[in-house]
């Protein structure tokens, strides 16, 4: 038995200096060259996601016409919902615009959910920027 115990605290002994010499042999550095242009590129990309410049995206219209019915619309939109909505303006006329939404399935669910209340509400068609 006295033999036994010694045989393994042998073997212990030997798996522990194996596992530490692998241990040690697998830290190592990793160095990543990485051309500026690349970070200046994620800055313009997340200022454009952010102003909502980026093209292709699909938009439900609530109204268009004048201001004071636009803000009244506007209101009653955000009393209601919670897609982020827009007033913008585009020559002579104001439109009340909802959503930013990345396909036209994710925009077609909101606007059934919409045309509850706005019965004149409808995607117009994406502009390419």
């Known amino acids: ?10 073997f212990t002994c030997f798996l522990t200096a ?3 010499a692998n241990l040690s042999a697998q830290n190592a550095e990793i160095n990543i060259n990485q051309d500026e242009k690349i970070s200046k590129l994620l800055e313009l990309k997340t200022e454009m996601s952010e102003g909502n410049k980026i093209g292709d995206r699909y938009k439900i219209q609530l109204f268009y016409g004048d201001n ?14 919670t897609y982020p909505a827009m007033i913008d303006y ?3 006329n104001y439109k ?10 994710e925009a077609d669910r909101a606007l059934r959910e919409i045309k509850e209340n706005f019965p004149g509400a409808f995607i117009p068609k994406p502009k390419r920027r």
């Open 1 to 10: 038995m006295r033999k036994l115990s010694r045989n393994n605290l042998i």
């Open 18 to 20: 194996v596992s530490y």
């Open 68 to 81: 004071k019915e636009a803000s009244e619309v506007f209101k009653d939109y955000e009393s209601k919902y």
């Open 90 to 92: 585009e020559t002579p």
């Open 96 to 105: 009340v615009y909802v959503g930013n939404f990345r396909n036209r399935l």
